[in-house]
């Protein structure tokens, strides 16, 4: 069992830049594949990347390439989600989320085993 608690997320202009943390409780946390989804208002909750336990891989929904980064620190129990060029398309109470699974970072796409319980961002126009 792991638990996991954002942070970060706040109101932000297009254009600009935020970065999420998510910190996960538990001695095993860092053998566990780590991701961030995100829902907007209205809308079904989406893949937005995952990284696997070493951060050395990583895959990422076509929408956010090249606009965000996942990483790592393994020392610390945290993942973090730096999000740069932000649109207003970006607004979405965004999750964390991890597994132990330990599949192909591709079969993500449609969930993962534990929750955290999101942090809002909003980005204006």
């Known amino acids: 069992q792991v638990q996991l608690v954002e942070s970060g997320g706040g109101l932000v202009q297009a254009g600009g830049s935020l970065r999420l943390s998510c910190t996960a409780s538990g001695r095993t946390a860092s053998t566990y594949t780590m991701g961030w989804f995100r829902q907007a208002p209205g809308k079904e909750r989406e893949f937005v990347v995952v990284i696997n336990w070493s951060g050395l891989s990583t895959y990422y929904a076509d929408s956010v390439k090249g606009r965000f980064t996942i990483s790592r620190d393994n020392a610390k129990n945290t993942v973090y989600l730096q999000m740069n060029s932000l649109k207003p398309e970006d607004t979405a109470v965004y999750y964390c989320?991890?597994?132990?699974?330990?599949?192909?970072?591709?079969?993500?796409?449609?969930?993962?085993?534990?929750w955290g319980k999101g942090t809002l961002v909003t980005v204006s126009s």
């Open positions: 989320a991890a597994d132990r699974s330990g599949r192909d970072l591709p079969s993500y796409y449609y969930g993962m085993n534990y």
